[in-house]
């Protein structure tokens, strides 16, 4: 059986350090290792339209935002299928199918689902649309009949939400879609970097990203001004690396090869933590050495966002032609699924021959 791997995002805003470790460097990684035979990538905005229904503007002007991003990390639209969720219509059409197949009360029930409710103070008024994300997100996973997809803890239960309808279908109608498995991220640095502040998680709205398109200028406030140990006053004053946004950041990016280049009086990255705990080096040193870090992996996502910026048509170009081939792929599903559901009507030349005959011989 073929390898196939289905992933996305919303597009609300440019990508940043926090989607970079947590899935967007690993997708470049699974493009290039060559264990799949396809990689299908896409920009969720029909998804992001769930709770964002009422600013369009701000997916619209997003999508551009998010390509860029992808292509300068390392996505290559000659391996990875690029697409744009709301241009497949296919996957509408199966969300509506599999709506059948899940209850009201067992979507109130997902984890992720409630933890995005209380997030968003939806309380008693939930878009219908909101709620029943989780079957939408299994239409545009079976639609490509991905084995494999890449998700965090926090998202498990919607995998496994899609993992059910898989199997109800395939009991009731015909065993044709694929029940896909979690690609999980064995790294809990990647799996979550908190924003800069110190808060759990990255968010536009806190101000608290460090985006991939961010300047260099830019980068180096933001490292500068990361929370870190509030009770390290002094140079001399012993150090939490706990908690400490810092380490947490230097844990995601740090590589051995990083001390002779940057800071060479430090063999690693555990003689670096030992001498912060115990007293005498300071945040704004270790804070120049992240930061030294990240501006040698960001120029190179730099570099190439700005040779795609010098063409912006052929990026819309590299999205339209991914959705077209997604849609083909997609509309495959949606043949079968038809079939399996017996809904094929004007495809089924024995159903009509049976129905001609019927009739022919009752007037006679």
């Known amino acids: 059986m073929s390898k196939i ?9 440019r990508l940043h350090l926090g989607h970079y470790v947590g899935s967007l460097h690993r997708r470049v990684i699974l493009q290039d290792s060559g264990e799949y035979d396809k990689i299908f990538i896409m920009i969720a905005d029909a998804q992001a339209l769930t709770d964002n229904f009422d600013n369009p503007e701000k997916i619209r002007q997003n999508i551009i935002e998010v390509a860029l991003d992808y292509l300068s990390a390392g996505l290559d639209p000659r391996v990875s299928t690029l697409f744009v969720q709301s241009q497949i219509p296919e996957l509408t059409e199966l969300t509506f199918y599999y709506l059948n197949l899940v209850t009201v009360s067992r979507l109130y029930r997902n ?5 995005e409710i209380q997030l968003r103070n939806f309380e008693a008024n939930i878009p219908a649309g909101f709620l029943c994300y989780p079957v939408s997100q299994a239409a545009d996973i079976t639609a490509f009949h991905a084995t494999d997809v890449p998700v965090g803890q926090d998202q498990l239960p919607m995998l496994e939400q899609t993992r059910e309808i898989v199997r109800r279908f395939n009991a009731i109608y015909q065993p044709i879609l694929t029940e896909p498995e979690a690609l999980l991220e064995e790294n809990s640095v990647y799996q979550r970097l908190p924003g800069t502040d110190g808060k759990a998680k990255m968010s536009k709205s806190l101000g608290n990203c460090i985006y991939l398109a961010d300047p260099p ?9 990361m929370y870190t140990d509030p009770l390290h006053v002094k140079v001399s004053d012993p150090g939490h690396i706990e908690g400490n946004t810092v380490f947490t ?6 590589r051995p090869e990083h001390f002779p280049e940057f800071l060479p009086e430090y063999e690693s990255l555990e003689q670096l933590k030992a001498h912060y705990q115990k007293g005498g080096l ?10 030294r870090i990240l501006q040698k992996e960001l120029e190179p996502i730099r570099r190439r966002r700005k040779e795609y910026e010098k063409d912006i048509g052929a990026v819309y170009q590299i999205l339209k032609e991914g959705s077209q081939k997604a849609r083909n792929t997609a509309g495959a599903t949606v043949d079968q699924v038809k079939r399996a559901m017996r809904i094929d009507y004007f495809q089924d030349g024995e159903l009509i021959k049976a129905h001609m005959d019927k009739y022919e011989n009752e007037n006679r």
């Open 282 to 291: 300071g945040d704004v040193k270790i804070k120049r050495f992240l930061n």
């Open 5 to 13: 791997i289905l992933t996305g995002d919303r597009p609300t805003g």
């Open 111 to 115: 984890p992720t689902v409630k933890a």
């Open 249 to 254: 950041y230097l844990d995601a990016f740090c």
């Open 217 to 225: 200028q830019v980068v180096e406030e933001k490292i500068m001004n």
